[in-house]
């Protein structure tokens, strides 16, 4: 069976030998690890694009200290009612990183096949590595390479995207479950950074075939000690405005006390 389009031609990919192979003839190696990468190096931006080693390895630590688990448990949630009575389903993890949220949604969805896909091959290798129960592959979120109609489900938490790769790769009636931060998400962070902290409205994305279904708010007090609180800022898009003294805060802090704010939503293909 062909999970996959190849990300040259777009034909059928089909496994023989670990050896992903089209009828072009254009061909994929599954890894030693058992991911496949189809991130052909015409699509690359960089040479090695994604977070790297010391990120993923931050990344792990904060998120295996359990400060992001209501989050998980909550589109977990949704997607197990989401995804219910439906055999041989397919859900495709956008962004995946090293596979915590996926690992996870894969135990719960029993049945259900789990796609992690993520453009840093570090990401995915060290996913796939520990994560047996997840098909990992390193690949563009703007180029999905899986065919017309494919998935039932998407998430995406965090991860941008192409619209209409996912309305072509969707099934009629699929959705996509998206996770952005809320408006209060991590205030305290941001009040060490800027001298008046403005809370956006968090925009409903416009994503063409779909229309919003639902919307939740997930919402929390976290209590991290001092890595925790250094490794989530490193892990902001505004670690790089930060000020030394809010580095040396954190680095000094016992414990640090900042909220957590996600807005979940629910997108269904119009079929």
């Given at each position: 069976?062909?999970s996959?389009?190849?990300?040259l031609?777009?034909?059928?990919l089909n496994?023989?030998d670990?050896t992903y192979?089209?009828?072009?003839n ?6 030693k690890?058992?991911y ?7 699509h690359?931006?960089s040479?090695d ?6 990120m993923?390895q ?11 688990q209501p ?8 997607l197990?009612?989401?995804l219910a009575g ?6 495709l ?10 690992s ?8 259900i096949?789990?796609f992690?896909l993520?453009i ?11 994560y ?5 592959l390193v ?5 999905l ?5 494919q998935?039932d489900?998407v998430v ?7 619209g ?10 699929g959705?996509v479950v ?10 305290q962070l941001k009040?060490?950074?800027?001298d008046?902290?403005r809370?956006?409205d968090v925009?409903?994305e416009?994503?063409p075939?779909?229309?919003l279904e ?6 929390y007090p976290?209590?991290l000690n001092s890595?925790?609180?250094t490794?989530l ?5 505004f670690?790089?405005?930060?000020p030394?003294s809010l ?8 414990q ?16």
């Amino acid at each position: 069976m062909s999970s996959y389009l190849c990300p040259l031609c777009q034909e059928p990919l089909n496994l023989s030998d670990r050896t992903y192979k089209c009828a072009n003839n254009h061909q994929f190696d599954l890894a030693k690890e058992g991911y496949v990468n189809l991130l052909p190096v015409q699509h690359k931006r960089s040479k090695d694009p994604g977070d790297n080693k010391e990120m993923m390895q931050a990344r792990r630590q904060f998120l295996d200290g359990g400060h992001y688990q209501p989050m998980r448990d909550a589109v977990s949630k949704l997607l197990t009612s989401l995804l219910a009575g439906k055999d041989s389903a397919e859900l495709l993890d956008i962004g995946c990183g090293e596979g915590y949220y996926t690992s996870y949604f894969a135990d719960q969805l029993a049945g259900i096949k789990v796609f992690g896909l993520d453009i840093s091959k570090v990401m995915v290798r060290y996913g796939a590595k520990r994560y047996p129960n997840v098909d990992f592959l390193v690949a563009s979120s703007q180029r999905l390479p899986f065919a017309d109609n494919q998935l039932d489900a998407v998430v995406r938490i965090y991860a941008p995207c192409n619209g209409e790769e996912l309305a072509r790769a969707v099934k009629d009636n699929g959705v996509v479950v998206t996770v952005t931060p809320g408006s209060r998400h991590l205030y305290q962070l941001k009040a060490g950074i800027y001298d008046e902290v403005r809370l956006h409205d968090v925009p409903v994305e416009d994503l063409p075939g779909f229309e919003l279904e639902a919307e939740q708010t997930v919402a929390y007090p976290m209590t991290l000690n001092s890595a925790d609180a250094t490794t989530l800022l490193q892990m902001t898009p505004f670690a790089w405005r930060a000020p030394e003294s809010l580095w040396q805060t954190l680095k000094d802090a016992e414990q640090f006390d900042c909220e957590a704010d996600f807005t979940l939503r629910v997108y269904r293909k119009i079929s």
